[in-house]
Protein backbone atom coordinates (compact mmCIF):
# COMPACT_ATOMS: atom_id res chain seq x y z
CA UNK A 1 0.00 0.00 0.00
CA UNK A 2 1.13 3.56 -1.00
CA UNK A 3 0.53 6.20 1.88
CA UNK A 4 0.73 9.66 0.72
CA UNK A 5 1.61 11.98 4.43
CA UNK A 6 -1.87 13.13 4.26
CA UNK A 7 -3.39 9.80 4.27
CA UNK A 8 -0.65 9.11 6.90
CA UNK A 9 -2.25 11.78 8.61
CA UNK A 10 -5.69 11.39 8.50
CA UNK A 11 -5.16 7.78 9.45
CA UNK A 12 -3.71 8.92 12.43
CA UNK A 13 -6.07 11.43 13.35
CA UNK A 14 -8.78 9.24 13.39
CA UNK A 15 -7.12 6.43 15.54
CA UNK A 16 -7.35 7.51 19.38
CA UNK A 17 -5.08 5.80 21.74
CA UNK A 18 -7.45 5.52 24.57
CA UNK A 19 -10.65 6.02 25.49
CA UNK A 20 -11.29 9.57 26.35
CA UNK A 21 -12.82 8.75 29.48
CA UNK A 22 -9.01 7.34 30.50
CA UNK A 23 -8.12 10.23 32.34
CA UNK A 24 -5.40 12.91 32.38
CA UNK A 25 -3.19 10.18 34.81
CA UNK A 26 -3.61 7.04 32.43
CA UNK A 27 -2.50 9.27 28.72
CA UNK A 28 0.85 7.96 27.51
CA UNK A 29 3.82 9.80 27.90
CA UNK A 30 5.81 11.39 24.66
CA UNK A 31 8.84 13.47 26.08
CA UNK A 32 10.52 15.23 23.63
CA UNK A 33 13.57 16.69 23.91
CA UNK A 34 15.02 19.77 22.39
CA UNK A 35 12.34 22.27 21.06
CA UNK A 36 14.58 22.79 16.86
CA UNK A 37 13.55 21.79 13.88
CA UNK A 38 12.65 17.83 14.56
CA UNK A 39 11.61 18.78 18.61
CA UNK A 40 8.40 21.62 18.09
CA UNK A 41 7.51 19.73 14.56
CA UNK A 42 6.86 16.56 16.85
CA UNK A 43 5.73 18.59 19.36
CA UNK A 44 2.60 20.29 16.93
CA UNK A 45 2.43 16.88 14.91
CA UNK A 46 1.58 15.21 18.32
CA UNK A 47 -0.38 17.78 19.63
CA UNK A 48 -2.99 18.05 16.54
CA UNK A 49 -2.61 14.51 15.94
CA UNK A 50 -2.85 12.53 19.03
CA UNK A 51 -5.29 13.93 21.27
CA UNK A 52 -5.12 11.22 23.63
CA UNK A 53 -1.00 11.69 24.14
CA UNK A 54 0.22 14.11 27.16
CA UNK A 55 2.95 15.86 25.65
CA UNK A 56 5.94 17.72 27.17
CA UNK A 57 8.57 19.37 25.59
CA UNK A 58 12.23 20.10 27.36
CA UNK A 59 14.06 22.79 25.41
CA UNK A 60 16.98 24.67 27.01
CA UNK A 61 16.12 28.41 25.25
CA UNK A 62 13.26 30.43 25.70
CA UNK A 63 13.32 31.75 22.06
CA UNK A 64 14.98 29.69 19.03
CA UNK A 65 16.43 31.63 16.04
CA UNK A 66 16.76 29.19 13.31
CA UNK A 67 20.03 28.36 11.65
CA UNK A 68 17.38 28.51 7.79
CA UNK A 69 17.59 32.60 6.63
CA UNK A 70 21.00 33.31 8.98
CA UNK A 71 22.60 33.51 5.99
CA UNK A 72 20.32 35.86 4.96
CA UNK A 73 20.93 37.92 7.99
CA UNK A 74 24.80 38.20 7.19
CA UNK A 75 23.74 39.18 3.74
CA UNK A 76 21.48 42.40 5.59
CA UNK A 77 18.69 40.79 3.45
CA UNK A 78 16.41 39.96 7.30
CA UNK A 79 17.08 40.63 10.43
CA UNK A 80 17.54 38.45 13.64
CA UNK A 81 14.35 39.15 14.87
CA UNK A 82 12.54 37.77 11.99
CA UNK A 83 14.17 34.43 12.41
CA UNK A 84 13.57 33.88 16.00
CA UNK A 85 10.60 32.74 17.62
CA UNK A 86 8.48 31.96 21.20
CA UNK A 87 7.15 28.29 22.57
CA UNK A 88 4.23 30.30 23.79
CA UNK A 89 1.73 29.30 20.97
CA UNK A 90 2.87 25.71 20.97
CA UNK A 91 2.25 25.83 24.99
CA UNK A 92 -1.39 27.20 24.30
CA UNK A 93 -1.99 24.41 22.10
CA UNK A 94 -1.29 22.40 25.09
CA UNK A 95 2.11 20.93 24.92
CA UNK A 96 3.73 21.05 28.20
CA UNK A 97 6.74 23.28 27.64
CA UNK A 98 9.61 23.13 29.87
CA UNK A 99 12.82 25.35 29.59
CA UNK A 100 15.73 23.45 31.43
CA UNK A 101 19.03 21.87 30.94
CA UNK A 102 18.46 17.96 30.34
CA UNK A 103 21.45 16.20 31.89
CA UNK A 104 20.81 13.00 31.53
CA UNK A 105 18.55 10.19 30.31
CA UNK A 106 18.07 7.39 32.55
CA UNK A 107 16.78 4.98 29.94
CA UNK A 108 16.32 2.46 32.38
CA UNK A 109 14.10 4.52 34.78
CA UNK A 110 12.34 5.69 31.58
CA UNK A 111 13.06 9.21 32.52
CA UNK A 112 14.89 12.75 31.90
CA UNK A 113 16.81 13.92 34.20
CA UNK A 114 16.88 17.92 34.45
CA UNK A 115 20.19 19.61 35.81
CA UNK A 116 17.71 20.86 38.88
CA UNK A 117 17.68 17.18 39.55
CA UNK A 118 13.75 17.07 39.06
CA UNK A 119 12.82 14.06 36.55
CA UNK A 120 10.08 13.61 33.77
CA UNK A 121 9.33 10.29 33.15
CA UNK A 122 8.35 9.80 29.99
CA UNK A 123 7.08 6.12 27.83
CA UNK A 124 8.67 7.11 24.59
CA UNK A 125 11.25 9.35 24.73
CA UNK A 126 11.99 11.48 20.62
CA UNK A 127 15.15 13.12 21.32
CA UNK A 128 16.20 16.09 18.79
CA UNK A 129 19.19 17.38 20.65
CA UNK A 130 20.72 18.26 17.30
CA UNK A 131 24.79 19.25 17.05
CA UNK A 132 27.74 19.88 18.99
CA UNK A 133 30.69 21.41 17.58
CA UNK A 134 34.02 18.89 17.72
CA UNK A 135 36.36 21.80 19.71
CA UNK A 136 39.74 20.66 18.86
CA UNK A 137 39.35 18.99 16.17
CA UNK A 138 41.21 21.69 14.02
CA UNK A 139 43.58 22.59 16.16
CA UNK A 140 43.71 26.06 18.10
CA UNK A 141 39.76 25.97 17.26
CA UNK A 142 37.84 26.22 20.78
CA UNK A 143 35.49 28.24 22.35
CA UNK A 144 37.46 30.63 22.92
CA UNK A 145 38.90 30.64 19.49
CA UNK A 146 35.34 30.66 18.30
CA UNK A 147 34.62 34.50 19.35
CA UNK A 148 37.80 35.66 16.93
CA UNK A 149 36.73 33.29 14.42
CA UNK A 150 33.42 32.78 14.18
CA UNK A 151 31.39 29.44 13.20
CA UNK A 152 28.01 31.11 13.03
CA UNK A 153 26.52 27.19 13.01
CA UNK A 154 24.54 27.05 15.98
CA UNK A 155 22.69 30.28 16.89
CA UNK A 156 21.96 29.27 20.87
CA UNK A 157 26.30 28.90 21.13
CA UNK A 158 26.94 31.42 19.03
CA UNK A 159 24.21 34.19 16.96
CA UNK A 160 25.31 34.59 13.40
CA UNK A 161 25.07 38.23 14.62
CA UNK A 162 28.87 37.90 15.75
CA UNK A 163 29.50 37.11 12.52
CA UNK A 164 27.49 39.66 10.80
CA UNK A 165 29.03 42.64 12.47
CA UNK A 166 33.19 41.00 11.47
CA UNK A 167 31.70 41.24 8.40
CA UNK A 168 30.50 45.15 8.06
CA UNK A 169 33.52 46.14 9.66
CA UNK A 170 36.11 44.18 7.17
CA UNK A 171 38.25 46.62 5.46
CA UNK A 172 37.40 47.75 2.03
CA UNK A 173 39.58 44.89 0.02
CA UNK A 174 39.62 42.32 2.77
CA UNK A 175 39.65 38.56 2.92
CA UNK A 176 36.90 36.76 4.48
CA UNK A 177 37.99 33.27 4.76
CA UNK A 178 36.11 29.84 5.11
CA UNK A 179 36.81 26.70 6.37
CA UNK A 180 34.34 24.05 5.60
CA UNK A 181 34.03 20.59 7.17
CA UNK A 182 33.75 17.22 5.59
CA UNK A 183 30.76 15.22 5.60
CA UNK A 184 28.74 14.75 7.66
CA UNK A 185 27.46 17.96 8.90
CA UNK A 186 24.70 20.36 9.57
CA UNK A 187 23.30 21.54 6.19
CA UNK A 188 25.00 20.25 3.71
CA UNK A 189 24.29 23.36 0.95
CA UNK A 190 24.76 25.59 4.10
CA UNK A 191 28.25 26.72 3.84
CA UNK A 192 27.33 27.59 -0.21
CA UNK A 193 24.54 29.59 0.89
CA UNK A 194 26.69 31.33 3.49
CA UNK A 195 29.58 32.02 0.51
CA UNK A 196 26.65 33.26 -1.66
CA UNK A 197 25.21 35.21 0.82
CA UNK A 198 28.41 36.86 2.11
CA UNK A 199 29.89 38.12 -1.53
CA UNK A 200 25.48 39.40 -2.00
CA UNK A 201 26.47 41.45 1.08
CA UNK A 202 30.23 42.38 -0.69
CA UNK A 203 29.15 43.23 -3.89
CA UNK A 204 27.24 45.88 -2.27
CA UNK A 205 29.61 47.57 0.53
CA UNK A 206 32.90 46.26 0.21
CA UNK A 207 33.23 45.39 -4.08
CA UNK A 208 36.99 44.53 -4.17
CA UNK A 209 36.69 42.13 -0.87
CA UNK A 210 37.60 38.18 -1.85
CA UNK A 211 35.87 35.38 -0.67
CA UNK A 212 38.63 32.03 0.15
CA UNK A 213 36.51 28.93 1.10
CA UNK A 214 39.01 26.28 2.02
CA UNK A 215 36.82 23.08 2.06
CA UNK A 216 37.76 19.37 3.38
CA UNK A 217 35.91 17.54 0.99
CA UNK A 218 36.06 17.61 -3.21
CA UNK A 219 32.77 18.21 -4.05
CA UNK A 220 30.05 19.59 -2.00
CA UNK A 221 26.00 19.97 -2.24
CA UNK A 222 24.44 21.55 -5.53
CA UNK A 223 28.43 22.24 -6.60
CA UNK A 224 27.60 23.08 -10.54
CA UNK A 225 24.63 25.27 -9.67
CA UNK A 226 26.33 27.34 -7.13
CA UNK A 227 29.22 27.84 -8.98
CA UNK A 228 27.60 28.53 -12.30
CA UNK A 229 25.54 31.27 -9.89
CA UNK A 230 28.73 32.84 -8.64
CA UNK A 231 30.81 33.41 -12.20
CA UNK A 232 27.24 34.95 -13.07
CA UNK A 233 26.53 37.32 -9.83
CA UNK A 234 29.87 37.64 -8.16
CA UNK A 235 32.52 36.97 -11.07
CA UNK A 236 36.46 37.00 -9.55
CA UNK A 237 35.16 37.47 -6.27
CA UNK A 238 35.18 33.60 -5.13
CA UNK A 239 37.65 31.03 -4.75
CA UNK A 240 36.64 27.42 -3.59
CA UNK A 241 39.33 25.25 -2.87
CA UNK A 242 38.73 21.71 -2.24
CA UNK A 243 40.67 18.98 -0.22
CA UNK A 244 42.69 17.72 -3.37
CA UNK A 245 43.82 21.44 -3.48
CA UNK A 246 45.04 21.31 -0.31
CA UNK A 247 42.01 22.89 0.95
CA UNK A 248 41.48 21.17 4.87
CA UNK A 249 42.19 23.40 6.96
CA UNK A 250 44.10 21.43 9.95
CA UNK A 251 44.83 24.30 12.23
CA UNK A 252 44.13 28.17 12.79
CA UNK A 253 46.75 30.71 14.88
CA UNK A 254 43.82 33.56 16.71
CA UNK A 255 46.44 35.73 17.68
CA UNK A 256 48.02 36.12 13.92
CA UNK A 257 44.61 35.77 11.91
CA UNK A 258 45.91 32.76 10.01
CA UNK A 259 44.35 29.04 9.13
CA UNK A 260 47.01 26.33 8.47
CA UNK A 261 46.22 23.63 5.95
CA UNK A 262 46.83 19.89 5.43
CA UNK A 263 50.39 20.98 3.79
CA UNK A 264 51.18 23.33 5.77
CA UNK A 265 50.10 26.49 3.56
CA UNK A 266 49.23 29.60 6.30
CA UNK A 267 46.41 31.67 4.96
CA UNK A 268 45.90 35.04 6.59
CA UNK A 269 42.09 36.52 6.85
CA UNK A 270 40.32 39.53 7.86
CA UNK A 271 37.46 37.88 8.46
CA UNK A 272 37.35 33.70 9.41
CA UNK A 273 34.59 31.72 9.38
CA UNK A 274 35.51 28.33 10.99
CA UNK A 275 32.84 25.75 10.47
CA UNK A 276 34.41 22.58 12.29
CA UNK A 277 33.39 19.00 12.42
CA UNK A 278 30.07 18.01 14.33
CA UNK A 279 28.56 15.36 16.07
CA UNK A 280 25.37 14.51 18.00
CA UNK A 281 24.55 16.98 20.80
CA UNK A 282 26.35 15.09 24.07
CA UNK A 283 22.78 14.56 25.54
CA UNK A 284 22.32 11.69 22.81
CA UNK A 285 26.18 10.66 23.14
CA UNK A 286 25.87 10.34 26.91
CA UNK A 287 22.75 8.34 26.92
CA UNK A 288 24.92 5.64 24.83
CA UNK A 289 22.70 6.54 21.70
CA UNK A 290 25.69 7.17 19.38
CA UNK A 291 28.17 4.89 17.64
CA UNK A 292 31.60 5.67 16.97
CA UNK A 293 31.29 8.34 14.88
CA UNK A 294 29.75 10.56 17.06
CA UNK A 295 25.87 10.42 15.62
CA UNK A 296 23.28 8.14 16.52
CA UNK A 297 22.20 4.83 14.52
CA UNK A 298 18.12 4.60 14.43
CA UNK A 299 15.60 2.37 12.53
CA UNK A 300 14.47 3.60 9.75
CA UNK A 301 10.82 2.63 9.75
CA UNK A 302 10.51 4.20 13.07
CA UNK A 303 13.48 6.64 13.76
CA UNK A 304 13.92 4.65 16.86
CA UNK A 305 17.49 4.09 18.62
CA UNK A 306 19.40 1.39 17.34
CA UNK A 307 20.74 1.39 20.83
CA UNK A 308 18.28 2.22 23.27
CA UNK A 309 14.96 1.16 24.07
CA UNK A 310 11.85 3.30 23.60
CA UNK A 311 13.91 6.06 22.27
CA UNK A 312 13.45 7.89 19.02
CA UNK A 313 16.09 10.16 17.43
CA UNK A 314 15.59 12.31 15.13
CA UNK A 315 16.93 15.29 13.00
CA UNK A 316 20.64 15.41 12.96
CA UNK A 317 21.55 14.05 15.70
CA UNK A 318 20.13 10.75 13.28
CA UNK A 319 22.22 8.77 11.09
CA UNK A 320 19.69 8.89 8.68
CA UNK A 321 21.68 8.87 5.37
CA UNK A 322 21.31 9.45 2.23
CA UNK A 323 18.96 12.01 3.78
CA UNK A 324 20.45 15.18 4.38
CA UNK A 325 21.12 16.94 7.76
CA UNK A 326 18.24 19.68 7.37
CA UNK A 327 15.80 21.06 8.93
CA UNK A 328 12.92 19.72 6.46
CA UNK A 329 14.32 16.24 6.80
CA UNK A 330 14.18 16.73 10.69
CA UNK A 331 10.40 18.15 10.77
CA UNK A 332 9.96 14.72 8.56
CA UNK A 333 11.67 12.63 10.38
CA UNK A 334 9.67 13.86 13.19
CA UNK A 335 6.28 12.97 11.55
CA UNK A 336 6.97 9.58 11.56
CA UNK A 337 8.50 9.16 15.04
CA UNK A 338 5.62 10.52 16.35
CA UNK A 339 3.14 8.61 14.57
CA UNK A 340 5.17 5.18 15.25
CA UNK A 341 5.23 5.88 18.88
CA UNK A 342 1.72 6.65 19.23
CA UNK A 343 0.89 3.44 17.18
CA UNK A 344 3.49 1.51 19.37
CA UNK A 345 1.92 2.72 22.73
CA UNK A 346 -1.23 1.26 21.44
CA UNK A 347 -0.17 -1.99 20.01
CA UNK A 348 -1.08 -1.23 16.46
CA UNK A 349 1.46 -1.56 13.44
CA UNK A 350 3.96 1.04 12.44
CA UNK A 351 2.53 3.37 9.68
CA UNK A 352 4.51 2.66 6.51
CA UNK A 353 7.69 5.61 6.65
CA UNK A 354 7.61 7.82 3.81
CA UNK A 355 10.23 11.21 4.17
CA UNK A 356 10.75 14.42 2.75
CA UNK A 357 12.87 16.67 2.14
CA UNK A 358 14.01 20.01 -0.10
CA UNK A 359 16.68 21.29 0.57
CA UNK A 360 16.34 25.67 -0.76
CA UNK A 361 19.44 27.92 -0.88
CA UNK A 362 19.32 31.74 -2.24
CA UNK A 363 22.36 32.66 -3.71
CA UNK A 364 21.54 36.22 -4.49
CA UNK A 365 18.52 38.63 -4.60
CA UNK A 366 15.77 36.79 -6.46
CA UNK A 367 18.10 33.68 -7.00
CA UNK A 368 17.16 30.56 -5.98
CA UNK A 369 18.02 26.69 -6.36
CA UNK A 370 17.06 23.49 -4.65
CA UNK A 371 17.31 20.27 -4.69
CA UNK A 372 14.31 17.70 -3.81
CA UNK A 373 14.17 13.85 -3.17
CA UNK A 374 11.44 11.32 -1.08
CA UNK A 375 13.03 8.72 0.76
CA UNK A 376 11.63 5.13 2.07
CA UNK A 377 12.63 2.30 4.89
CA UNK A 378 13.63 -0.70 2.57
CA UNK A 379 15.83 -3.73 4.57
CA UNK A 380 16.40 -1.98 7.25
CA UNK A 381 18.03 0.85 5.13
CA UNK A 382 16.47 4.43 4.00
CA UNK A 383 16.98 4.60 0.41
CA UNK A 384 15.93 7.52 -2.05
CA UNK A 385 12.76 6.90 -3.82
CA UNK A 386 14.22 6.34 -8.08
CA UNK A 387 12.92 9.26 -9.53
CA UNK A 388 11.20 11.12 -7.20
CA UNK A 389 14.23 13.47 -6.55
CA UNK A 390 15.61 16.10 -8.72
CA UNK A 391 17.66 19.90 -8.52
CA UNK A 392 17.09 22.99 -10.33
CA UNK A 393 17.91 23.01 -14.12
CA UNK A 394 21.36 24.38 -15.02
CA UNK A 395 21.16 27.44 -17.07
CA UNK A 396 21.97 26.23 -19.87
CA UNK A 397 18.72 23.58 -19.27
CA UNK A 398 16.63 26.98 -19.28
CA UNK A 399 15.49 29.03 -22.15
CA UNK A 400 17.69 32.66 -21.62
CA UNK A 401 14.22 34.23 -21.60
CA UNK A 402 12.77 31.71 -18.31
CA UNK A 403 16.20 32.08 -16.04
CA UNK A 404 15.83 34.77 -14.31
CA UNK A 405 11.93 33.76 -13.47
CA UNK A 406 13.16 30.30 -12.85
CA UNK A 407 15.58 31.58 -9.71
CA UNK A 408 12.98 33.90 -8.68
CA UNK A 409 10.25 31.48 -8.19
CA UNK A 410 12.47 29.53 -6.41
CA UNK A 411 13.79 32.21 -4.50
CA UNK A 412 9.95 32.84 -3.49
CA UNK A 413 8.98 29.00 -2.98
CA UNK A 414 12.42 29.25 -0.08
CA UNK A 415 10.60 32.40 1.50
CA UNK A 416 6.78 29.90 1.06
CA UNK A 417 8.83 26.98 2.67
CA UNK A 418 10.40 28.82 5.69
CA UNK A 419 7.12 30.75 6.65
CA UNK A 420 5.07 27.58 6.28
CA UNK A 421 7.80 25.31 8.41
CA UNK A 422 8.12 27.87 11.00
CA UNK A 423 4.31 28.49 11.39
CA UNK A 424 3.72 24.70 12.07
CA UNK A 425 7.04 24.26 14.63
CA UNK A 426 5.39 27.20 16.68
CA UNK A 427 1.98 27.09 16.24
CA UNK A 428 1.96 30.25 14.64
CA UNK A 429 -1.50 28.83 12.56
C1 LIG B 1 23.64 28.30 8.06
C2 LIG B 1 22.61 27.21 8.05
C3 LIG B 1 21.57 27.25 7.14
C4 LIG B 1 20.62 26.25 7.13
N1 LIG B 1 19.62 26.31 6.22
C5 LIG B 1 18.71 25.33 6.14
C6 LIG B 1 17.65 25.40 5.20
O1 LIG B 1 17.54 26.34 4.41
N2 LIG B 1 16.76 24.38 5.17
C7 LIG B 1 16.83 23.33 6.03
O2 LIG B 1 15.98 22.44 5.96
N3 LIG B 1 17.82 23.23 6.96
C8 LIG B 1 18.75 24.21 7.03
N4 LIG B 1 19.75 24.13 7.98
C9 LIG B 1 19.86 22.94 8.83
C10 LIG B 1 18.93 22.98 10.05
O3 LIG B 1 19.17 24.12 10.82
C11 LIG B 1 19.16 21.74 10.92
O4 LIG B 1 19.20 20.60 10.12
C12 LIG B 1 18.05 21.62 11.95
O5 LIG B 1 18.13 22.69 12.87
C13 LIG B 1 18.13 20.28 12.69
O6 LIG B 1 17.07 20.18 13.60
P1 LIG B 1 17.29 19.43 15.00
O7 LIG B 1 15.96 19.37 15.64
O8 LIG B 1 18.06 18.20 14.79
O9 LIG B 1 18.27 20.42 15.81
P2 LIG B 1 18.02 21.92 16.27
O10 LIG B 1 17.09 22.61 15.34
O11 LIG B 1 19.37 22.51 16.47
O12 LIG B 1 17.31 21.79 17.68
C14 LIG B 1 17.96 21.22 18.78
C15 LIG B 1 17.40 21.84 20.05
O13 LIG B 1 17.72 21.02 21.16
C16 LIG B 1 18.03 21.85 22.26
N5 LIG B 1 18.85 21.07 23.20
C17 LIG B 1 19.98 20.38 22.91
N6 LIG B 1 20.46 19.78 24.01
C18 LIG B 1 19.63 20.10 25.02
C19 LIG B 1 19.61 19.80 26.41
N7 LIG B 1 20.56 19.03 26.98
N8 LIG B 1 18.61 20.30 27.17
C20 LIG B 1 17.65 21.09 26.62
N9 LIG B 1 17.62 21.43 25.31
C21 LIG B 1 18.60 20.92 24.52
C22 LIG B 1 18.76 23.03 21.64
O14 LIG B 1 18.71 24.18 22.47
C23 LIG B 1 18.00 23.22 20.32
O15 LIG B 1 16.97 24.19 20.44
C24 LIG B 1 20.71 25.16 8.05
C25 LIG B 1 21.75 25.12 8.96
C26 LIG B 1 22.70 26.13 8.97
C27 LIG B 1 23.82 26.07 9.99
Redesign the pocket.
Known amino acids: MTLSRRTLVGAAAALPLLPRTAGAQARPRIVI ?7 ASAARFARDHFPDLDITL ?4 RR ?1 T ?3 Y ?2 LVLAGRKRIDDITFGYERLAARGVRVVHA ?2 AAVDAEGRAVRLADGSRIPYDRLIM ?3 IDLRWGAIEGYDQAASARMPHG ?1 IP ?1 LQPITVLAEQLRAMRQGGVFVMAIPDNPF ?2 PP ?1 PY ?2 ISMVADYLKRHNPRAKILALDAKNGFSKQPLFQDAWAELYPGMIEWRGASSDGRVTRVDVANMTVETEFGEKVRGDVINVIPPQYA ?1 A ?1 ARNAGLAADSGWCPIKPESFESARVPNIHVI ?3 SIAVPMP ?4 A ?1 SSHAKQAIAAAAAQLSGRPVPEAVYFNT ?2 SHVGEDYGISIVGVFRAQGGRLIEVEGSGGISPRNAALPEGRRAEHRRLEALYADGWYESITREMFALS
Do not use: M, Q, V
Open positions: LGGGFGGIERSFTCPGNEASPGWSRCGERAIGDAKSGFACY
